[in-house]
């Protein structure tokens, strides 16, 4: 499986972007599609998850309520709405698959990122 993000950009806060992550390769309606961010100097954090096939959502409680991810019209297409944006949003963001081999979630895939910047 390959990723390819995109839609990062500069944007002021209160502001909005939708970042794209397009997946080659078969996607089984069980794998987890993610995404990460990472912000200088500090560790990659989790964003938000979709379960393929059936959709269910996850959020990390820093992001619930202003961004919503989903499946794109585009086959293996995963969507990053992000609202309501705010400077501590600034970070490189990725987009990861988890390929359910085991009961702990392991993220095998990684894009390449596409940074994201909300200026103040």
């Known amino acids: 499986v390959q990723l390819q993000a995109s839609g990062g950009g500069l944007v002021q806060a209160g502001g909005s972007l939708r970042l794209s992550c397009v997946a080659s390769g078969r996607i089984s309606s069980s794998y987890v599609m993610g995404w990460f961010r990472q912000a200088p100097g500090k560790e990659r954090e989790f964003v938000a998850s979709?379960?393929?096939?059936?959709?269910?959502?996850s959020y990390a409680d820093s992001v619930k309520g202003r961004f919503t991810i989903s499946r794109g019209d585009a086959k293996n297409t995963v969507l990053l709405q992000m609202n309501s944006l705010k400077p501590e949003d600034t970070a490189v963001y990725y987009c990861?698959?988890?390929?359910?081999?085991?009961?702990?979630?392991?993220?095998?895939?990684w894009g390449q990122g596409t940074q994201v910047t909300v200026s103040s």
């Open positions: 990861a698959v988890d390929p359910r081999r085991s009961i702990i979630s392991t993220y095998e895939y």
């Open positions: 979709i379960v393929w096939g059936v959709g269910r959502t």
